[in-house]
């Protein structure tokens, strides 16, 4: 990407001490998107994912909170601004929609008062002229006669219907940048499609850029321009979607890949899932935080931390892990033509084999990378 | 998996209506919720057998009427050809011998305060079966063993465990009493994308080896694709379809079910990302007040006049394709082309 990226993360962490220990929720995280694009956050509860948006409009601060790095927006660092500048960024260049519209929403206020409320925190205009403004937001976002709805309480919408207004309340100060932390995770199928197609329609009109955070491969790879893997606070993958989808290249983005059902896989074979679980964030596992539910895992990845590095090609993709470029291959390739994990070990050990016979390419990889800290 | 022809549970116009009240001093019914509204059903012994819908659409009642843990408004059901929609006492015991069922939540499911031992171990304490402490011990061990837990865990509190782990130990709890029947109700829909797997991969374990019939219950399309022998759509209390995985996900007849599978995001970026979609507009209608005679008639991108007069019946179309479908006008072939995603429609099915 050679334009100014829109928002830059850059080496974030985020931890959090409580009475069990320090959990660093990001450990390290660097992303960016480019102004009217999408970037999808992909990973599993405990990945981080949400942690990092929250930060960027400085709800996370707090007296046990630690955060380090930068988030550039708009040349800005949103971190080292104070929570009165902080205002004035939040709900007005970047805006957020959550999960659960029925919590987000206010249920002792009308949707008219809460979409004011917003529009008149940012804007010196009158009631009316905010009144008119959410009506046409209302009207926008495809709720069937926003006039009188406007008056009407939270509890009176649907679940698609509320997750409209949410979105109508975020767009109102046209937004450069519009978080959307799984906002149709609590929705029905048809109804999140729904919810998509608008929030691809609004950015097609309105040109912002748009961060989704997913635990749903499917829903990014119908949204995002580009797709971040994360595992346990960090990202570990990171490439455009089709590129992404075409070429894995970590392991854990196999695992995904392998383990959900999908419609286009012959019917009735056994799933791969991925063994063990999701790890605790205070203390994590040595060397790669994946190396414990890595099917190709050796010796030297338990104490080597692998850091980002570019797979190489013409397509900008970053992969943290330190397996040789070539046995990645080998083994998706085993695993995409559908072979076993057992199979696909079979592949990564001769691959790996291969390669410490011409040079010792793979111990060479491995030194590279840095050394964990005892 | 053999699905033999044998019936083992039936449901015959089956209704559950919940009454919707009104006043403090003199409630009064005012109205029903329709959750379940004139199914008719049968499971095959062996075979799985999943029910779809969107929320609301009545299919966590039909489980819970199928297995007794409701009692019908109306209609039927039959046990091995023995009517069980009116029993009470030692009857139903003994039927909860023979069908159980898996939750969703593995934590509300689970009692906080007993140990997992005491939790797998009281369908047996119930039914008097494995008598003394140690028998019982070891035939939970069996069992903790069985779906893939530690057996040494056999003295911790479900606190202990993770999402994943929990569902086990109410599989395991489920399969206590060797039922023949397991109806999953959302098992996998509170657990995080790569655990999955693990819990639907133990699922046709234990089908394959105990010979179980199984009943899914879930909303999510890839995941009864998945696992199922035969699939019923269900739309606000009533059946639309019911056909097998094969005929279901590569040839829908109902309109509905069409729009569902047009709705799956696929886990593969489209060639042009705004792919052309066959959206239903609004919302489900609410299962209290459900539209007249077709009652997908109100978002039906095919309505015609007759939908909104008569009641279409399920029922194999006389063009023989596809199962059976609850439609005047079920989709053409040229329809479902369009419809399905274009990674399904590639494959056929």
Known sequence: ?374 | MSASSEVILEARDLTKHFPITAGVLFRHQIGAVKAVDGIDLDLRRGETLGIVGESGCGKSTTARLLMRLLEPTSGQILFEGNDISRIKGDPLKQLRRDVQIVFQDPYSSLNPRRRVGTIIAEPLVIHGIAGDAAERKRKVQELMDRVGLNPEHYNRYPHEFSGGQRQRIGVARAIALDPQVLIADEPVSALDVSIQAQVLNLLRELQRDLGLTLVLIAHDLSVVRHMCDRVAVMYLGKIAELASADELYSMPRHPYTGALLSAVPVPEPPEDRRRPRHLLTGDVPSPANPPPACRFHTRCPKVQPLCIEQEPPLEKKSDGIGGLVACHFPLTPEEVAERLPPALARRGG
């Open chain 1, 1 to 374: 990407m050679t334009e100014t990226p829109l928002l830059e993360v850059e080496d974030l962490h985020v931890s959090f001490s409580t009475d069990d220990g320090v959990v660093k929720a990001v450990d390290g995280a660097s992303y960016s998107v480019a102004a009217g694009k999408t970037l999808g956050i992909v990973g599993e509860s405990g990945s981080g994912k949400s942690v990092s948006s929250l930060t960027a409009l400085g709800l996370t601060k707090g007296r046990n909170t630690t955060i380090s790095g930068r988030m550039l927006f708009a040349g800005r660092d949103l971190l080292a601004l104070d929570s009165s500048e902080i205002r004035q960024v939040r709900g007005n260049d970047l805006a957020m929609i959550f999960q659960d519209p029925l919590s987000a929403l206010h249920p002792f206020y009308t949707i008219g008062n809460q979409l004011i409320e917003a529009v008149r925190a940012h804007q010196d205009v009158s009631k009316a002229a905010a009144r008119a403004r959410a009506l046409d937001l209302l009207e926008l976002v495809g709720i069937p006669d926003p006039a009188a709805r406007l008056d009407r309480y939270p509890h009176e919408f649907s679940g698609g219907m509320r997750q409209r207004v949410m979105i109508a309340m975020a767009l109102l100060n046209e937004p450069k940048l519009l978080i959307a932390d799984e906002p149709t995770t609590a929705l029905d199928v048809t109804v999140q499609a729904q919810i998509l197609t608008l929030l691809q329609d609004l950015q097609d009109r309105l040109g912002m850029a748009i961060v989704i955070i997913t635990h749903d491969l499917g829903v990014v790879a119908e949204m995002a321009d580009d797709i971040a893997v994360m595992y346990a606070g960090r990202i570990v993958e990171r490439a455009p979607g089709r590129e992404l989808f075409a070429h894995p290249q970590h392991p854990y983005t196999w695992g995904l890949l392998k383990s959900i059902p999908r419609l286009d896989n012959p019917r009735g074979e056994d799933l791969t899932p991925i063994p063990g679980r999701p790890p605790s964030l205070i203390n994590r596992p040595s060397g790669c935080h994946f190396h414990p539910r890595c099917p190709y895992v050796r010796d030297e990845h338990r104490r080597v931390d692998p850091r980002m590095q570019s797979v190489g090609g013409d397509t900008p993709h970053e992969v943290a892990c330190l397996l040789p470029a070539q046995t990645r291959s080998a083994v998706w390739q085993a695993l995409s033509r559908g072979d076993s994990v057992q199979q696909a070990q079979r592949v990564a050990r001769d691959s790996a084999r291969a390669a410490s016979n011409t040079s010792e390419s793979a111990s060479a990889a491995a030194d590279e990378q840095q050394e964990v800290q005892p």
